[in-house]
């Protein structure tokens, strides 16, 4: 998210936005690269809209809970994510 950073840095900055700890510019940066992707998976047909509907899935909470079923099903560790996250 920022040039500079390490991988680690940036993964806490990711976490911080989908915990709803970090708004403004990091959150957009996330929305909008999420909003890509749900564009390319055809949950949105512009740009535009998948920005608007990452906002609303990273702001309820449903951003997070995408990670750890993620984590879960790909074996991963939600400690290390809690460690990586600073928590």
Same mark, same amino acid.
């Given at each position: 998210? /920022? &040039?500079?950073?390490?991988? $680690? /840095?940036? !993964?806490?900055?990711? %976490?911080?936005?989908?915990? =709803?700890?970090? +708004?403004?510019?990091? /959150? ?8 890509? $992707?749900?564009?390319?998976?055809e949950?949105a047909? @512009? ?6 509907l990452?906002?609303e *899935? %990273?702001? &309820? =909470?449903? =951003? *997070?809970?995408?990670? /750890?079923q993620? %984590?879960? +099903? @790909?074996?991963? &560790? ?5 460690? $990586? !996250?600073? =928590?």
């Amino acid at each position: 998210l /920022e &040039s500079g950073m390490s991988l $680690i /840095e940036n !993964a806490q900055l990711a %976490i911080r936005v989908l915990q =709803g700890k970090l +708004a403004g510019p990091c /959150e957009d940066t996330v929305a909008l690269n999420a909003g890509a $992707i749900l564009m390319l998976g055809e949950k949105a047909t @512009t740009l535009s809209e998948g920005f608007k509907l990452a906002l609303e *899935l %990273i702001r &309820s =909470g449903e =951003g *997070l809970k995408k990670l /750890e079923q993620f %984590i879960d +099903a @790909t074996g991963g &560790s939600r400690n290390a994510l809690s460690t $990586i !996250a600073g =928590g």
